[in-house]
Each structure stands twice: as structure tokens, then as C-alpha cells.
């Protein structure tokens, strides 16, 4: 019998390449209770059976045996009932142990937002970012000096430069668009934010014409895991809009007007705390 399914594997495989990049060590079906002390975290009940009976899917590891966080594929099953009670109890147990969890799906192992897939990203922001706080900490990197994965060059010098800013093309893109006269505004408007049960959600919009633009929302589920996932979203919404508008510039097909889409924008703000946003402006 397999100890993981098509999927997982899949999974496994493109974690397992990002990991190799910062020498980690990733294991799967490692069982809850040898990662957290149940002891500790004070689990009793059927909380305890299941941190005794339950697994993580993958738990990435710094120098082969140390525990740095885990990774959960959650495939369509995880929909169900009985999966969110599991995935509840498994996430309350991280929090408790404050040990990072990081949720995906399929749409995390493919490359179509950029150079490399949405989980290798992470992995490596991550360790760019550890490394960064331990260098601010030994003096290296002033203390004030904010941690930024958009400012940081490629590690290989094969690489292209700044490989962590997934949108750079897409703006670029849309910025031309717009130095050739085939739009009105050079950059598009976006805002992001959460909703009572801490899903992350944000929309990106730009103005075509006078009268019609284009828009993207997406969603992320709240995450325990110790990076700006609000900068990636961001970046898939600047992605996913840039695809937009490359459609309409090849058949003038699919704006909207722009007052349809700001009733779009104040409906989705009403129904979130709005975290950041930043606009363009707009053309009358």
C-alpha cells in the first residue's frame, strides 16, 4: 500500500525541489505527536487521540531532524465535514505549539503565475526571510530596515533578476499598453482584506477606456505560517488581471463599465476590513 496518493506525490515532488534549494529535508506522514508534545500544548480529550492518531502530510526539516513547519495538501475531500473537524483539530494544535502549517492545493505546484509554482515561493521567501531576520540580528542588516521578496535578486545566477516579483512582467506589460495609447491609465487599483472568519480576500481593477475597465477578485484561506501571504495574493490578482487584459487587447471583448465595477469594489469592502490598497486613480 502507498503511503501517499497521486496528488501527494505530486506535492511531494515540488516541494522536495524548492526544500533541496536551502539544503531541508522534507518527510512525509511524520505523525503529529512526534512533531508537538501533546504534554506541552495541554491536548487531552479527543484533541489528544487525535494528535496521537493523525499525521502531517509533509514536515519540512532544517538540518535533517529539527521540525521547521508543515505542509498539508488539502485535496477536495477536504470540504467535507469530518475533513474540517480533522484540519481544525490539526490547525489548533499548531497554533497552540505555535509550529507553522502551511494549506495548499493544486493550484500551489503549477507554474502559472510565474517563473516557478506558488509553494516554491513560499519555501523560499521563508528562507529568505530567516536569514534575513538573523542577519538584522547580528548587526549585518540595520533593525528598521524592512524585509522586502520583491527587492530580492536571484540566488543562481541562471535565474532571472528579482524572481520573487511574480507581476513585474504583467506591469510591465500593462505599463507599455498604456505608453502605446491602447489604455488610459498606466497601473491598475487593488485592495486586499479580511472577512469575519479571517479568509483573505482581494480585488484588482484597472480603467480601459473612458467608460470600461476590468477586474479579478481571489480569496485565500487564513493561514498559520510566518510570511506576508498578503504580498502574494497581491501578486496573483496583478498576474490573473494582466491575463485579462491581454484577452481584451486582442478582441476589444469583456469590459465592463467602470461604475459596474466600483458597486463590485464597495460591496466586497463592505463585507471586509480592509488591510491595504493602492489606486490609480480614474479618467472621466
Known amino acids: 500500500m502507498r503511503i501517499v496518493n497521486k496528488y501527494e506525490e505530486i506535492a511531494h515532488g515540488e516541494i522536495k525541489s524548492a526544500a533541496d534549494r536551502w539544503g531541508l529535508s522534507v518527510y512525509p506522514k511524520v505523525r503529529v505527536a512526534d512533531v508537538i508534545s501533546l504534554d506541552d500544548v495541554g491536548a487531552t480529550g479527543e484533541l489528544r487521540r487525535f494528535g496521537l492518531q493523525s ?34 483539530k490539526k490547525d489548533e494544535l499548531c497554533k497552540r505549539d505555535n509550529f507553522p502549517i502551511l494549506r495548499i492545493n493544486s493550484r500551489y505546484l503549477n507554474k502559472n503565475f510565474g517563473p516557478m509554482s506558488l509553494v516554491a515561493w513560499i519555501i523560499d521567501v521563508y528562507e529568505l526571510q530567516t536569514e534575513f531576520e538573523r542577519l538584522q540580528v547580528d548587526g549585518q542588516i540595520p533593525p528598521d530596515e524592512p524585509f522586502d521578496p520583491f527587492f530580492m535578486m536571484s540566488i543562481d545566477a541562471a535565474e532571472e533578476r528579482f524572481p520573487y516579483w511574480l507581476s513585474a512582467k504583467p506591469r510591465i506589460y500593462i505599463r507599455n499598453l498604456y505608453k502605446k495609447g491602447k489604455i488610459v491609465v498606466p497601473s491598475s487599483s487593488g485592495f486586499i482584506g479580511y ?90
Open 195 to 284: 472577512d469575519t472568519n479571517d479568509v483573505m480576500w482581494g480585488m484588482e481593477y484597472i480603467q480601459l477606456t473612458k467608460e470600461n475597465g476590468l477586474y479579478v477578485r481571489s480569496a485565500m484561506r487564513p493561514q498559520h505560517f510566518p510570511i506576508n501571504l498578503g504580498d502574494l495574493l497581491d501578486e496573483i490578482l496583478s498576474v490573473q488581471l494582466s491575463r485579462e487584459v491581454l484577452q481584451w487587447d486582442k478582441n476589444q471583448a469583456g469590459a465592463l463599465p467602470m461604475s459596474k465595477i466600483y458597486l463590485i469594489a464597495d460591496k466586497l469592502k463592505s463585507n471586509i476590513n480592509v488591510s491595504r490598497s493602492h489606486s490609480c486613480g480614474q479618467i472621466k
Open 55 to 88: 499525521h502531517f502530510d509533509f514536515v519540512i526539516c532544517r538540518q535533517n531532524w529539527d521540525p521547521v513547519y508543515a505542509i498539508e495538501f488539502d485535496g477536495h475531500l477536504h470540504t467535507t465535514p469530518t475533513q474540517i473537524s480533522r484540519d481544525s
